[in-house]
């Protein structure tokens, strides 16, 4: 187990930053640097950005596939999961971008499969006069279908379906792993949100989804404050969870953020002031054999911190010092910061 960071921005300010943080793993959310104009990967352009980040002492152990959790009008690939005609096309690219990955020696590609992005109801009041985000069903006021139409359950698992059996095999023979999040937020599963039924929104759905292509190289970017999303008692509830996905070696990496509240109704606040036992949960990490990054992800927002950078700062020292903590309980532990 051990510390890691998301970032969108690879400047050498920033990759300084978190490097003087302890940071010395990421998951690189853009493919700019390494992206083709026809959206195929450059294997020696991926290799060049991997020498530059171990200039600052940082590997990338994950790489988004630009299958992002943005709204459908917005996506890369939108035929994917709106099962348009572009869709075989897309997936070509995607296996091709799989293989590169592969040889480059990325260990691990992450992905959503939605529709909707991150839907909120706004943000509510924090300590200090942070902001958190906040999504409750009850004060939802958009019930138009989206571009999309009707989107039920059955179509949704008919185009995760397809996608799956296309691009497991390759991930398969490529080596790479591929870490896809849960759909955030829950949604109520009779109605879905907006005609959009967000199957990959309840812990009932992330089995299915995992039983669909039993591979290795097949599991979740585990975005431990989505799944409490889906609980109507996460801070109970939620230990369970992560022990059934982390003993099936199913969690390849975790976002690790907590929430108040549960189901159709929740805030994202800081680690440390949330229902979830964040110790209680990295021991139960340590104790099924999870080896991989932590993340902060959907930290408070702050009018003097426009950037976030001193809330993820906060919540990447959090991380560590759990990590420290919870490896030191056991004799004969890995350091801190070992893969």
Known sequence: MYLGEQLNDLSDRKLTWIAQLGVEHIAVNT?????????TWDVARIKALQKRLASFGITMDVLTLDLQSTYMTHHRFPG???????????????KQNIRAAGEAGVPCLKYNLNLLGVPR?????GRGGVRYSHFDITKWTDHSL???????????WENITYFLERVVPVAEQAGVRLACHPHDPPVPPDTGLRGVHCVLGSVEGLKKFIAIAPSKYHGLNFCQGTVAEMLVDPGREIFDVIRYFGERQKIFMVHFRNIRGGY??????????????????????RDVGYQGMFCP?????????PEGE??????????????????SEVPNRQPVGTP
């Open 80 to 94: 994917i999961m709106r099962g348009l005609p572009s869709r075989d096309a897309e997936i070509e690219i995607i």
């Open 146 to 156: 989206t571009e999309a139409g009707p989107m039920p359950a059955e179509k949704m």
């Open 297 to 305: 992800d959907h930290v408070p927002e702050s009018d003097v911190d």
């Open 31 to 39: 493919t700019k640097p390494v992206e083709n104009e026809d959206g």
């Open 121 to 125: 109801t706004g943000r509510t009041p």
């Open 264 to 285: 159709l109704n929740f805030e994202e606040v800081y680690p440390d002031n949330g229902d979830v036992d964040m110790y209680r949960a990295m021991q139960v990490y």
């Open 310 to 327: 001193r809330q993820h700062s906060f919540c990447l020292g959090y991380i560590r010092a759990l990590i420290q903590v919870v490896n």
